[in-house]
């Protein structure tokens, strides 16, 4: 009986910290759609999740990208299908790998910042003096970082793909596959679809990285460990997130388009 | 429960002082007045206007009434100093001219160099940090009534004194309603019109300075032993230690004529 009332409580704990988060989730976008905006700090987030993330995330997905070159030309050159290394790079770089490496890197890196930013703001009382001070906190520091977000994650990902599919060309050329006939199958199928897909995931990726960094961050609790374990917990949550937010979009977008 | 049947009136003018333990709720007090926090029963009337009632947005504006100084000063770390002072006249869209006419102003009027407006507030010893927090209440719509946590914890005692000196101008000079916390009996002697002790979120104390010198309770009698004993120590010396004048008890400062609003 007392184990059935700790799981009973338990999961009563998860269902009300999944309604505070969605709640919270909420307000954010209600926060990023509606005026007053902060325009320094959007330009500002935008520098920092965009510039900030650029150089990682370049060599990121020009590493990751050449690595799934070479197991893909060494099967295709098995079937005696090296031409189409360029279609197989864009569908596998530009629908999937791109999206989600971008994603959880700048997942790491975002979601760690915003936690200890928030958090070390709230056990020093600054986001107490902002409220006292008549400004709304969702405005001036999370709208911000959503918007920035949302811009900076979709042009990253468009660098990290085509970094990406451009090391795979040169991983091509090791396995005799030209760089006209490799170009030839990228672009074939990088398609408005293709793109669509790949485009469509960083915007959801934004509104997950940031609900999750600021949502812990603004209840971090406990000083400096707190804000130590709720920015720990923020990045395996967001990049954790990031996967299954993939795998639901995927699904959702391959229903929509009728693939 | 935090507060239990806690009840005071503040004068127009006038500055009083919650005093108690660490733990006793005062800082508590001070979240309600802003109304950070709601209270599960009972009234706050500021100007008459019951805070517990109002939507979000009259509360912003009444919040404009008001300047908090918190603990430690919560300045915005990633800000200049001159940012922080000037922080709620940027809010306000005020031109970077008369920004900076503010910025100088209030920086002068708490004692600081108007020079250290481009200084991180890390590069600010505490005292300095506290007075920068007074100036950014200050410059905050030139409230009227200003609120203190803690304004002189962690600080060396000539920087506490500067600090309580400033308090008492502000009310004396310009005629600030002030509220201040804190568990310091030296300043609540000093800046204190009426105290209010708490133990454990009750009022067990409500008068004057002189009337708390007095007062039989034995939790009172407990909490100001410390005091008594350094005072009594400090007047047996011959040679008294200058850092131990600060903890003689000094009169209440003169009071405004009575008559204004709560």
């Known amino acids: 009986m007392e184990a059935l009332t700790a799981v009973g409580n338990r999961l009563r704990r998860v269902l009300e910290v999944v309604q505070d988060v969605t709640l919270f989730c909420v307000s954010v976008l209600r926060s990023a759609f509606f005026p007053p905006y902060y ?48 279609h197989f790079m864009v569908i596998s770089s530009v629908r999937a790998l791109g999206p989600v490496l971008t994603g959880i890197v700048v997942a790491s890196r975002m979601s760690a910042g915003i936690t200890a930013e928030l958090g070390t703001m709230k056990s020093s009382n600054q986001i107490d003096a ?93 000083g400096a460990k707190g804000v130590g374990v709720a920015t720990t917990e923020s990045v395996v949550i967001s990049s954790v997130g990031i996967l299954v937010t993939d795998f639901i979009c995927t699904k959702l977008i391959f229903r929509v388009l009728g693939w | 429960m935090i507060l239990l049947n806690v009840s005071f009136r503040v004068t127009r003018g006038q500055t009083r002082v919650i005093l108690g333990p660490s733990g006793s709720g005062k800082s508590t007090i001070l979240r309600l007045l802003m109304g950070l926090w709601q209270p599960d029963s009972g009234n706050i009337l500021v100007n008459g206007e019951d805070i517990t009632q ?71 010893s505490g005292g300095m940090q506290r007075r920068v927090a007074i100036a950014r209440a200050l410059a905050a719509r030139n409230p009227g009534i200003l609120l203190y946590d803690e304004p002189t914890t962690g600080l060396d005692p000539q920087s506490a004194e500067r600090i309580t000196d400033l308090i008492v101008h502000l009310r004396d000079a310009m005629g600030k309603t002030s ?41 009172i009698e407990e909490f100001l032993a410390p005091f008594r004993k350094a005072i009594a120590a400090a007047n047996t010396r011959e040679d008294c230690d200058p850092g131990m004048e600060r903890l003689a008890p000094a009169p209440p400062p003169p009071r405004p004529q009575p008559g204004g609003s709560p």
Not at chain 2, 183 to 193: E, L
């Open chain 1, 130 to 222: 902002l409220i006292a001070f008549g400004t709304d906190p969702m405005k001036r520091l999370v709208a911000p970082r959503m918007i920035g977000l949302w811009i900076a994650l979709p042009v990253l990902t468009i660098l990290g793909d085509t970094l990406s599919v451009i090391g795979g060309g040169f991983i091509g050329l090791g396995y005799h596959v030209t760089l006209q006939s490799y170009y030839n199958g990228v672009a074939r199928y990088l398609t408005p679809a293709n793109l669509l897909v790949g485009m469509i995931k960083p915007i959801f990726f934004a509104i997950l990285i940031t609900t999750v960094a600021c949502w812990k961050g603004l209840t971090a609790e406990g």
């Open chain 2, 54 to 124: 109002v939507p979000p947005e009259r509360m912003r504006e009444i919040r404009r009434s008001m300047g908090i100084v918190f603990q430690q000063g919560a300045l915005f770390d990633s800000m200049t100093v001159g940012e922080n002072v000037g922080y709620t006249l940027l809010e306000d869209r005020h031109s970077e001219e008369e920004i900076e006419a503010a910025v100088e102003k209030y920086l002068r009027m708490v004692g600081l160099d108007p020079g250290l407006r481009d200084r991180m507030p890390d590069e600010l």
């Open chain 1, 39 to 86: 325009k320094h700090e959007i330009l500002e987030q935008i520098h920092f999740s965009m510039i900030g993330s650029m150089f990682i995330v370049m060599f990121s997905a020009l590493v990751a990208g050449q690595a799934l070159a070479i197991q893909l030309a060494r099967e295709l050159a098995k079937q005696g299908a090296k031409s189409e290394l360029g």
């Open chain 2, 179 to 219: 509220i201040m916390v804190t568990h310091d009996i030296a300043d609540a002697f000093k800046v204190g019109n009426r105290i209010t002790v708490l133990d454990r979120g009750v009022v067990v104390f409500e008068g004057t300075s002189e009337e708390l010198n007095e007062a039989k309770d034995p939790f």
